[in-house]
């Protein structure tokens, strides 16, 4: 970090244009220490498979809730799996019409 100028100039400044300029009435009780709030997911709306060389990943859209606001992101199945138990706890086998197992929530 010691090869970085720590000055720039001020044409590299772009204008900051958000909707989420709102002021909080009161500090919410799960803010953490990094001045963020953990977002709690809300459900799986869709899977897939990356491929990075010769490794596949599973991969989960997630629908997250983070006081009040949603957004959605692609998270590893396995990250998922760690840190939200309960979700992946009730997984059922079924059988299809062609004799075959099938993993469903």
């Known amino acids: ?3 970085f100028h720590k000055v720039f100039h001020v044409s590299m400044l772009k204008k900051c244009i958000t909707s989420r300029d709102t002021v909080l009435p ?4 799960d803010l953490q ?5 953990a977002g709690r997911p809300v459900k799986v709306i869709g899977k897939k498979k990356k491929v990075i060389k010769k490794k596949s990943i599973k991969m989960l859209n997630v629908v ?3 006081d009040g606001e949603e957004e959605v992101t692609w ?4 990250v998922m799996k760690v840190h939200f138990k309960k979700w992946f706890g ?5 059988k299809k019409d062609d004799g075959s197992e099938d993993e469903s929530n």
Do not use: C, G, L, R
Not at 26 to 29: I, N
Not at 33 to 37: L, R
Not at 90 to 94: A, M, R
């Open 64 to 66: 997250w809730d983070s």
């Open 26 to 29: 009161s500090v919410p009780s």
């Open 1 to 3: 970090m010691f090869a």
């Open 33 to 37: 220490p990094n001045i963020s709030i």
């Open 90 to 94: 009730k997984q059922v086998k079924t």
């Open 75 to 78: 998270e590893p199945e396995e």
